[in-house]
């Protein structure tokens, strides 16, 4: 169940478990199991019976989502299921890239995420004609007398301001102008000559940037003809989130028979053993690559990734799949 609480401003996205005990992790099943066992060895009156069972479930970890700002913010419309995955790396800093077919939806999530995080949205489709100065700005003869002047992007302003800025068919842009932006997209800065006396540009606490595409940038298809295969520099910076049609909306706008969606559910937090699990896990895929001498990449930012997923709630199992998506059979056969 997603709890809204609207008190101050900015997001946190807050589950009770962050205060729990690890010793009182117990799975509320095996308590379940423990006082039914109980109850087959004594008698036990059914109010005590229904008392246990009350204090038990108010001892377990409520997941709540917590939107904190002035006024109430409230998404009634209908939400694909992997808003809340997104919505959570989102708020964890991290740049996620959206994959899956046209029409998907991939545009609308981003919008109701950046509601959802009270943050402006802008957005660029990076057509193959697309040019750096798109996101880094231009020099215009805008001046007394002709005078070239700065005028910045969308994209720069929203960096510094904060906001989220959807990067659209990243997959169609070319991907030597994309790599303008790397240090933009990893490491919280970069520098734009054109600016003059104040060239280095800094990343707001509080923008977030999502790209999307319709194949994993490894290029075209048979069916996106005028995809572009991606620098594994770029790709390294995004955390995919595989997308498809969401069938519960469409038999609601087809006025079909309502079919339910398993809703994406986040996973508790982390042990300190799972997270050097994850740590072994990403070493062991580089030695494999390494080996196998695929063109593929398990960078310390892979790893980086995984851990603030996996904190931010997204489970280990699923974790993997997203760093391995848009790998070949073989080169998932081979590691």
Not at 176 to 203: C, Q, S, W
Not at 252 to 280: H, S
Not at 316 to 325: G, P, W, Y
Request: net charge negative.
């Amino acid at each position: 169940m997603i709890v809204e609480k609207n008190t101050q401003a900015d997001l946190a996205l807050q589950l009770t478990a962050d205060e729990a005990r690890e010793d009182d992790a117990t799975p509320i099943a095996a308590q379940m199991a423990e006082l039914l066992a109980g109850f087959a060895r004594q008698a036990v009156s059914e109010k005590r019976v229904r008392d246990m069972v009350s204090e038990i479930i108010a001892e377990q970890p409520a997941r709540v989502i917590e939107v904190r700002r002035p006024d109430p913010i409230k998404i009634s419309e209908h939400r694909h299921p992997m808003f809340e995955k997104v919505l959570r790396l989102a708020a964890a800093g991290l740049n996620v890239l959206l994959v899956g077919p046209a029409g998907c939806g991939k545009t609308h999530l981003a919008g109701q995420v950046a509601r959802a995080l009270d943050r402006p949205f802008a957005s660029i489709s990076l057509t193959a004609g697309a040019s750096e100065s798109q996101l880094t700005g231009r020099l215009l003869p805008t001046g007394d007398g002709g005078k070239f002047e700065y005028h910045e992007s969308p994209f720069v302003t929203m960096y510094e301001s904060g906001g989220l800025f959807l990067l659209d068919e990243l997959d169609a842009a070319d991907p030597n102008m994309l790599l303008v932006i790397n240090t933009a997209l990893a490491n919280g800065h970069f520098t734009v000559e054109a600016r003059g006396k104040a060239p280095d540009i800094l990343r707001n606490e509080n923008t977030v940037i999502v790209g999307a595409a319709n194949t994993f940038g490894t290029g075209a298809d048979a069916q996106y003809v005028g995809r572009q295969q991606l620098d594994a520099a770029t790709l390294d910076r995004w955390y995919v989130v595989e997308m498809s049609y969401d069938i519960a909306l469409e038999h609601e706008m087809a006025g079909m028979r309502k079919k339910t969606t398993a809703a994406w559910a986040p996973a508790a937090d982390p042990t300190a053993e799972e997270i050097r699990e994850i740590g072994g896990w990403v070493l062991g895929l580089r030695s494999k690559i390494e080996k196998a001498k695929l063109r593929r990449t398990a960078s310390t930012r892979m790893l980086d990734k995984a851990i603030r997923a996996r904190r931010a709630g997204i489970p280990f199992a699923e974790i993997k799949s997203d760093l391995l998506a848009g790998w070949s059979r073989d080169e998932l056969a081979k590691v």
